[in-house]
């Protein structure tokens, strides 16, 4: 996609160091047009992208984060807090500084792992380790972690009954506990996309296309995508088509020969090495 991008506009695109506040691209995020996306592509995942109308960065780490079973539930309250609708509370005043950013929801493994060293003193190692039962969903090594969170907490002065609620909280987080480190690569990548999709939409949906030329059904459905778009698909040619689905100087994406079927890559270049260099 870059490789085309830089063929047809001269420009040379450093994916890795694009602005991740790029208004162009979290419009369509809001819009919820992110078909052939990474990780937002779903039809639930447009649903509640229409609905939240995310505008930083942290929205799209949360949402890969919750869009799963299990936190699924959480995301009217994510999107109600976020839009004002739903008060933002905390158990304790010292938890808003690691919930914040989610709006006081405890979304990710790395919350709990920071919360329990603030409030009840663990080390590192035993941050670790409740992290570790969380993921694992191992009950007994939570229930070996139970009584120091609680005598820990004790000694900073915080009532039981919230340490109580607390650690019901986190024990329901375990059944779908997911870690921050990781939604925020898939939500990077997932950026990168949508970026290059709001700014490129012609060498994007071409390499979309190309990605996905062996599955007739993804081509047509790809295709419809494109018509949505307004962007032109002109059928194979062998003046112009490569393999692949490429972009021509109109803008215009080209059908790649290779997405014909029974035409394998060995008689496409053939037709690409004897055809005549033409302004075609």
Known sequence: MIKNIFKRTGEKIDIDNIQLNDKKTFELFQRGETNGTFQFESDGMQKHLKSLKPDRFEDLIAMNALYRPGPMEYIPNYVARKQGKEKISYDLPEMEEYLSETYGITVYQEQVM???????????????????????KDAKLLELLK???????????????????????WQSFAAYAFNKSHSTCYALIGFQTAYLKSHYPEEYMAAVLSNNMNDIKQVSFFMEECRRMG??????????????????????IRFGMGAIKGVGQGAVETIIENRPESNY
């Not at 919360?115 to 190692?125: A, N």
Request: with cysteine; net charge positive; charged share 30%.
């Open 114 to 136: 920071l919360l329990s060293q603030k409030l009840s003193g663990f080390s590192k190692g035993e941050a670790d380790q409740l992290r570790k039962a969380m993921g694992k």
């Open 147 to 169: 009584p120091k969170f609680f005598e820990g907490g004790k000694n900073n002065n915080i009532k039981e009954d919230i340490l109580e609620k607390i650690w019901a909280d």
């Open 231 to 252: 962007l032109a698909v002109l059928g194979p040619c062998v003046n112009e088509s490569d393999f692949k689905f490429t972009v021509n100087e109109k803008k215009q």
